[in-house]
C-alpha cells in the first residue's frame, strides 16, 4: 500500500512538473511574440497633461441622430449639423468632445466608417476642438442593429441609445477577435493624429 501512494505521488509529481515546463515553453512562445510597446512616465504623462489647454467639453452627439449608430451610419451622417453644432460648442469656449463610436459600424465598412471619422476630424479642427473617442459604452440598449434607428420616445432619456458591443457580442467569445480587429484599426488609424485629444477604452 505504501508502495503505491509512493509511486502514485512520484506519478502526479513529475506530470506537474511536466506542466510546468510546458507552461513556460509556451509562454516564451508568446512573449517572443508580443512586440512591448513604449509606457509613459508618470513625467512624461505630467509632461503631455501640461502642453494641452483647460479642457472645457461635453459629450456630443448631432441633434439629428438618436445615437451613435444614426450619427455615424453613411445615410444619416449630417456633416452640416455636426459644423453648425460644434461652431455653437467653439463659440462657447468648448475646446473638446466626446465622441460615441460603434463595433458594428467598423465591421459593416470599415473603410467608410474611418473616412467619416477623418471628415469628423477635419470639421472639429475647423472649430479647435479635439475629440475623445469612445471605444465601447454598455448604456440602455444591449440589442443593437445597424439601419434605420428607432423614433425617439419623448419624455425618455437616451430612449435610442445602444450600447456597443451589444449583449450578444459580449457573451459569445468567438466575436472577440471581432472587437480587438475594431479598437486596433481604429486607434491604429488615428493614434498619431493629432487632432484627437484622447482614447476612452
Not at 460644434?86 to 465598412?109: F, S
Not at 472649430?127 to 471605444?135: D, N, Q, S
Request: hydrophobic share 40%; net charge negative; proline share 5%.
Amino acid at each position: 500500500m505504501k508502495f503505491r501512494l509512493l509511486l502514485f505521488s512520484i506519478l502526479i509529481g513529475s506530470l506537474a512538473l511536466q506542466q510546468c515546463a510546458t507552461n513556460e515553453s509556451e509562454n516564451k512562445q508568446e512573449n517572443e511574440t508580443i512586440v512591448p510597446r513604449e509606457i509613459w512616465t508618470k513625467e512624461q504623462a505630467n509632461d503631455w497633461y501640461n502642453k494641452q489647454p483647460w479642457l472645457v467639453g461635453c459629450n456630443f452627439l448631432p441633434s439629428t441622430a438618436i445615437n451613435q449608430l444614426e450619427m455615424w451610419q453613411p445615410e444619416t451622417f449630417d456633416t452640416a449639423t455636426i459644423n453648425r453644432e460644434l461652431g455653437w460648442a467653439e463659440a462657447i469656449g468648448m475646446n473638446t468632445i466626446r465622441v460615441y463610436l460603434h463595433d458594428l459600424l467598423y465591421e459593416q465598412d470599415a473603410g467608410g466608417f474611418l473616412q467619416r471619422m477623418d471628415i469628423f476630424l477635419q470639421i472639429a479642427s475647423a472649430h479647435h476642438i479635439k475629440p475623445m473617442f469612445v471605444l465601447f459604452d454598455s448604456v440602455w440598449d444591449p440589442d443593437p442593429q445597424l439601419g434605420k434607428q428607432r423614433d425617439p420616445q419623448p419624455g425618455v432619456h437616451n430612449s435610442g441609445w445602444v450600447q456597443s458591443p451589444g449583449r450578444k457580442a459580449l457573451t459569445d467569445s468567438t466575436q472577440y477577435p471581432r472587437l480587438e480587429a475594431y479598437v486596433k484599426g481604429v486607434v491604429k488609424r488615428f493614434a498619431q493624429d493629432d487632432r484627437v485629444l484622447a482614447w476612452d477604452i
